[in-house]
C-alpha cells in the first residue's frame, strides 16, 4: 500500500514552476528522479525536492499540469501543505505573468510584496 498522496495543482509552465521554487528559495533536481516514501517506497517525478529527513516532495506530469506528489505523514517544510501550495501557487502566477508580459514587450518596472501577502505588479512597454 503506498503512502503517496497526490494533490492536484494548476501548474502547467515547468520554466515558471522552477523559477517560483528558485524564488521561493528551494534546492530541486530535475530529470525523472524518485521521489523517496515511506519504507523504502519510491515513485518517479519530472521534479524533486528532497526534504533533510529523507522523504521528498515530487511534481509528476500527467499531461496536463505538474501533480504534487509526498508522502504527507512525513511533511517537513516551514508551511503546512496547503501553505506551500497557495505560496507556490502565487509565485508561479507570478512568473507566467511577467514571462507573457515580456513576450508581448512589456518589462517589470515595480514589484512588491502587500503587507496582506499578495503581489503588486506594474508593467509598461514604452511605444515608438
Not at 92 to 118: H, I, M, N, R, T
Amino acid at each position: 500500500m503506498s503512502h503517496f498522496s497526490t494533490i492536484h495543482t494548476s501548474l502547467r509552465h515547468r520554466s515558471a514552476l522552477e523559477a517560483a521554487l528558485t524564488r521561493l528559495n528551494y534546492d530541486y533536481r530535475v530529470g525523472s528522479q524518485p521521489v523517496r516514501g515511506y519504507r523504502g517506497q519510491t515513485q518517479i517525478a519530472d521534479l524533486v525536492i528532497p526534504q533533510e529527513n529523507g522523504y521528498d516532495i515530487g511534481f509528476v506530469w500527467d499531461g496536463q499540469q505538474y501533480n504534487l506528489v509526498t508522502d504527507l505523514q512525513y511533511w517537513q517544510q516551514p508551511l503546512s501543505v496547503e501553505g506551500f501550495v497557495k505560496q507556490l501557487h502565487q509565485q508561479y502566477a507570478y512568473e507566467v505573468v511577467v514571462a507573457q508580459s515580456q513576450k508581448q514587450g512589456f518589462q517589470v518596472s515595480e514589484s512588491q510584496q502587500l503587507p496582506d501577502g499578495s503581489l503588486r505588479l506594474v508593467v509598461q512597454r514604452w511605444a515608438a
